[in-house]
C-alpha cells in the first residue's frame, strides 16, 4: 500500500475515537507573541479582559513587587496604563471584572498578605472599597464572579490555608458563606476556580504543603460535590472557560520538588479530563494568568523552575488556536464526523503533490 494512503486509512480508522464521544479531541497549536514594549518578568500577577482588551495587574519577581497596570488590544502591542496604582505593589492577589469595574483582592505585598479591595473604571483611577475586609489578610486565593457577587475561595491567612468561602455585591461588605468548604482538612490555597454550568468550580491547589488533585463544585457555595482527581496534583494554575470546557494550564507539582508543568487538560463535565499534547508549547510554569480573547487562549509570564538556579520570572506571550484550522467545527469545537474525512481528503491531496 502507498505510504500515503496507509497514513490516510490509518487517519480514517481513527475517526470513531476521536469523535464517538462527547469529549472529543480538541487538539490545540499555540503561538508566540512577538511582542513589543511591556510588562516586565513577572509572576503572581493577575490578567482580565476588560473592554475588549487584555489587562495585566501587578505581580512580583526575585526582588520586587509591582502595582503598575497594562492592557493591550492584540496581545503584542500594549500600553501601561499606570506605573504606580494607588493599590500597593503585590502579587498572588486576585482581579475580577464586575459591575462593569477592575477589582484588586487582597495578594501579599511588602512582607504581609494584604486585607484591601481597590476598584477601577479605567485602570488608571483606583478608589478603594475597604482596608480590612471580613475576611482579614489574604492572598493565595481564587476568586470568581457568580450570581451576581464577587466570591473568595481559600487561599492563605498567614501560613495557613483556608476553607472559608465569602461572597460581596459591593467589595465593602462581606458575607461569609461558609467557614468550611469541605474541600480539605487543611483547607486550600494557589487553587484555580471558574463559573462552568451554573457552578462554582474550585480546582486542585495547594492543601499544607502537598497538592490536593482534587475537584469540587457547588451552585451555592455552601454544599460542595467531589468531582475525584483531575489526576495530576498541582497548584498556581490558571483554569478558564473555552469552547463550553473548562480548560487547567501548567502548574507546580510539589511532590517534585516544585517542578514545573506545560501540562494542558480539558474537560466538558469537570470528571473526564484529557490531556492536549501539542508540537510547540510555553515553556514550563507556574504562578500565571490564562484569559480567554478574541476567541484564543492567552498565557501571559509565570514563573520557571531552572534548577539548580531556582524560579526564573517570565514575561513571554502565548495564545491558541486549534489545530484543525476549518471554520465549520461544532459549538464544542469538535470537527464533524463528515467534515474531519474531508479535512483529511484535504490533508491527503495536498501532501500528495501531483
Known amino acids: 500500500m502507498h505510504l ?12 470513531p475515537t476521536l469523535h464517538s464521544a462527547a469529549q472529543c479531541d480538541l487538539n490545540l497549536e499555540w503561538v508566540e507573541v512577538d511582542a513589543g514594549d511591556h510588562w516586565s518578568p513577572r509572576s503572581g500577577h493577575t490578567a482580565l479582559v476588560y473592554k475588549d482588551q487584555i489587562w495585566v495587574i501587578g505581580g512580583a519577581d526575585a526582588t520586587s513587587e509591582y502595582n503598575d497596570v497594562w492592557k493591550s488590544v492584540d496581545g503584542k502591542n500594549w500600553s501601561q496604563v499606570t506605573e504606580s496604582a494607588d493599590w500597593s ?15 484588586v483582592i487582597g495578594g501579599y505585598g511588602g512582607g504581609e498578605p494584604k486585607q484591601d479591595v481597590w476598584f477601577s473604571s479605567d485602570g488608571s483611577a483606583w478608589n478603594e472599597a475597604t482596608e480590612s475586609a471580613a475576611w482579614g489578610p489574604r492572598y493565595a486565593h481564587a476568586s470568581v464572579v457568580f450570581q451576581g457577587a464577587m466570591w473568595i475561595l481559600g487561599g492563605k491567612e498567614g501560613q ?3 476553607d472559608e468561602v465569602w461572597k460581596s455585591t459591593d467589595g465593602v461588605n462581606w458575607l461569609n458563606v461558609t467557614e468550611k468548604a469541605g474541600w480539605s482538612e487543611y483547607g486550600l490555597s494557589y487553587l484555580a476556580s471558574v463559573v462552568f454550568k451554573d457552578r462554582i468550580w474550585a480546582i486542585e491547589g495547594s492543601s499544607g504543603f502537598t497538592a490536593s488533585g482534587l475537584i469540587w463544585s457547588s451552585t ?16 498556581r494554575f490558571p483554569s478558564v472557560v473555552w469552547r463550553n470546557r473548562i480548560w487547567s494550564m501548567g502548574g507546580n507539582t ?6 514545573t508543568s506545560n501540562r494542558v487538560l480539558n474537560s466538558t463535565d469537570g470528571i ?6 501539542p508540537d510547540q508549547i510555553w ?35 502565548w495564545y491558541s488556536q486549534p489545530a484543525y484550522k476549518r471554520s465549520d467545527m461544532n459549538q464544542d469545537g469538535c470537527v464533524d464526523h463528515n ?8 490533508w491527503y491531496r495536498d501532501s500528495a503533490g501531483d
Open 160 to 162: 495557613l490555608p483556608s
Open 339 to 346: 467534515d474531519l474525512i474531508l479535512f483529511q481528503q484535504e
Open 283 to 317: 515553556s514550563t510554569r507556574d504562578s500565571f494568568p490564562a484569559v480567554v480573547h478574541q476567541d484564543k487562549i492567552w498565557v501571559l509570564g509565570g514563573r520557571h523552575s531552572d534548577p539548580p538556579i531556582g524560579f526564573r520570572s517570565l514575561s513571554d506571550i
Open 220 to 235: 451555592d457555595g455552601v454544599d460542595w460535590v467531589s468531582h475525584g482527581p483531575e489526576g495530576a496534583g498541582s497548584s
Open 89 to 103: 505593589p503585590r502579587g498572588d492577589h486576585t482581579s475580577v471584572v464586575f459591575d462593569d469595574r477592575l477589582w
Open 254 to 259: 510539589e511532590g517534585a520538588a516544585g517542578a
Open 4 to 15: 500515503k494512503t496507509s497514513v490516510l486509512v490509518s487517519l480514517l480508522l481513527l475517526l
Open 272 to 277: 473526564t479530563w484529557m490531556e492536549n499534547r
